[in-house]
């Protein structure tokens, strides 16, 4: 058990709070490429502040990813190498009429601490630092080897994170990897993740003429409208089963331990349905798993978007010429975007829907850690003695996609995720914010882990 | 036979060209409501101009209609009255940058006039005005009694036609009733209608959440398009048949006059492809009927729009909390709207689509003249005296919409259409235009048939 306790560890916060607040001053904005250069120079001056080693490492074309290096103490277990994953970039701040407080002036009332980006991921990032620095003043020293990947296009996709864990895997190498988030519940659990979904994208468009018609002619013309509604109609059943030929084939069977950690998640079917206002029962009504194996297990077949002809008010009567949809395809553990490119494309051939374009826009691969890996007892232990033993939910895979795929593939890491946000936090909404009570308790599950895993 | 000659038309016509330029300087456009009353007083001073009585009537929260009569002259049959339906409204005239000249600036070019409203319908009422001055200078005069209702809500739908119809009926009444329109097509074959197909315009709608969603939540939330898309394609199958219960019911089955008109109707599928760049077969192809008789004798149920959460570019992984569709529903004689409404409502009832809602947002009934009316063949054979035997079409009815049904209800008229349009008119677009040589030809037919009328 380490000797850092709270009181140091909220003394060492407080002192560190003017820095947090130049961090989340910064408008790291990806999708605006807004002050990135400058954010990322920030992470690795708050890096090296502490003693770590830093660079900015840069890929053309691409937001630079900040490296950092923290070497195990004295007494430390330098064979032990602990990765945090973590990004500098954050969600544009629109729409601004929303906002109580200015996005970027980080402000506190009652406790909570208002700014673009806290949740979503600053304040994680700076409670590794806090607990990096509160081994400074220890006698041991940091427990293991501590490493950073800081990258600056997670909420633009991380269309760059597996290029540069491709071109700079020896630097990054480790031996287990911690997530940049995890957030509590309504109850007050911490939910600790292992996995991600993935996620394949798509545009479908069907084209039935050069020019808009007038609607008489929709005796005689096909309808674009018409087609795509109906190659759409053709993959998923009243039941709200997909019905692509070989669709589920594909799923890797959860092993008996991921669906006894199934069993224990706790989850209230009422919870999403009055935050959200859902109008129609749970669809896991009608199909033969429960809602926590949909969310977890299954993968999904979603309309996101839909365009055709005219969307304004009245009536304008027109055949319209093209017909777009927005189709976002949730993939679990045996699943790869272009193998579900090639599945649905049979689908819609096979049924006569040769005229549907189909375009993957964004694909990101599945991930789920190997709960039987040792880190996965080290993160879940330490987090209860910090949150308390019933306070604590592993979840297999998040019902959400992150770029994780490139660290298991590159790096051989188990990843599980933890977090200071709770379910208020309103991560890419107006408001965004987290409790301060609950970044002190962030900052020590990080101090435990790391003497955790040192003695695992 | 009238003792007008082409020369005398044309003469008069050229006389009142100023007159006809003025008229389409008026910028008349019903949907943004410009120079409404100025243009039906200016409708009225034409019909005065010649020596109609007119009077520009008003129904509260309506554009005005304008009655216009001229009396059969001494030789003339004063028990037959025939009316002419016609618009003084106009369709916007954006995009303004798609004009080659000023939209409201009558311009010749090559023997071609362009101006918005000119086609549609501004020339086949000067064209009328024409032909009734012809007259006042023979001996015999008018060969019938004459009346004009000319309306200023064409182009925004008719809303008020009926109104004026049933509170005017007596002094509109008519034994005949020549139409607005009437269009050359690509071999130089004019087509005259003897009726037109009704709609029922709606909006469908389903809500699943009170917000949108992220998109993870779809593993288990029901979602709006998912919903739509489903309940609309159980409304017609892959071959194009539509799928309601008793929708083809309604139909009442053509004569077998309407059906031999039907059969010497001349048409060619390969022109609709190539005017609009259509890429698949036509929809008749699989249905039990042919082309003509989809156009003619066919109901329609036709997407004309659809809009559900993110449509921009790129991908936003989003569970739609709405999705709208437009549904445009072509009548033929024997449906109602009403009844339609209520097919459908059953449909998606019986379908377990309870959810999706469905608003009436604008309907017209059908409407055909008996083809047995005599007046079908003094229009017809009146016409083929004008452009030749064989140029002359007549169709049971256009497989557009207009507000024909309250003329037959409250006046009891058959109505047929004759006008001076081409097929490259281009009603409602830019460049709106006629031909001048079809101009003339357009005030003779009026000359021959107003005459015809009378020895029939």
């Known amino acids: 058990m380490t000797q850092i306790n709270a009181e140091e560890i909220k003394r060492i916060s407080d002192k560190n709070m003017d820095l947090f607040y130049d961090y989340l001053r910064l408008e790291s904005v990806s999708a605006q490429g807004r002050q990135i250069n400058q954010t990322a120079k920030a992470v690795q001056a708050l890096i090296e502040n502490i003693g770590g080693e830093s660079e900015v490492l840069e890929l053309k074309g691409a937001h630079p990813v900040v490296y950092g290096f923290f070497e195990a103490g004295q007494a430390g277990d330098s064979d032990k190498t602990l990765l945090f994953y973590d990004h500098y970039d954050v969600q544009p701040e629109d ?79 480790a031996d287990v990897c911690i997530w940049e988030s995890g957030s509590k519940d309504s109850k007050e659990r911490l939910g600790i993740s292992a996995g991600i979904k993935g996620i394949a994208y798509y545009e479908a468009r069907v084209t039935s003429a050069d020019i808009d018609m007038h609607s008489s002619l929709a005796a005689i013309a096909d309808n674009s409208a018409w087609r795509l509604v109906q190659a759409l109609a053709s993959m998923r059943n009243a039941k709200n089963e997909i019905t692509v030929d070989g669709f589920y084939d594909m799923m890797t069977a959860p092993t008996e331990l991921e669906k006894n950690v199934l069993a224990e998640m706790p989850f209230d079917p009422n919870a999403s349905k009055q935050t959200y206002g859902l109008k129609h029962p749970l669809i896991t009504d009608q199909l033969p798993y429960s809602p926590e194996e949909a969310l977890v297990f299954y993968p999904t077949l979603t309309i996101s978007g839909l365009l055709s002809g005219y969307t304004g008010p009245g009536a304008k009567t027109i055949l319209p010429r093209q017909a777009m949809a927005k189709i976002d395809v949730r993939l679990v553990p045996g699943y790869e975007p272009d193998k579900v490119t090639e ?23 599945p991930f ?24 604590v939910v592993l979840e297999p895979n998040s019902a959400g996609t992150g770029p994780m795929y490139g660290f298991g593939k590159y790096l051989n890491v188990p990843i599980l995720g933890s977090g200071t946000e709770w379910e208020k936090s309103g991560a890419h909404a107006p408001n965004e914010n987290i409790r301060l009570a609950d970044f002190y308790q962030g900052v020590e599950h990080m101090v435990v882990l790391l003497d955790s895993y040192k003695h695992s």
Chains 1, 2 share one sequence.
Do not use: C
């Open 95 to 173: 729409p601004l009429d929303e906002w109580n407080t200015e996005p970027f002036e980080p402000t506190i009332k009652d406790g909570i601490l208002y700014a673009r980006g806290v949740s979503d991921n600053k304040a994680n990032f700076m409670a590794r630092i806090n607990a990096i620095e509160a081994y400074k003043n220890t006698e041991e020293g940091l427990p293991v080897n501590v490493k950073f990947f800081v990258e600056g296009e997670e909420e633009i996709g991380s269309p760059h994170v597996n290029d540069y864990l491709k071109a700079y895997s020896n630097l990054f190498a």
């Open 343 to 365: 599945l649905l494309r049979q689908h819609l051939d096979k049924h006569g829907f040769e005229d549907v374009e189909l375009n993957l826009i964004t694909s990101v691969m």
């Open 368 to 391: 789920r850690t190997n709960l039987e890996d040792p880190f996965v007892k080290t993160v879940i232990d330490s987090a209860k003695q910090v949150y308390g033993e019933d306070k």
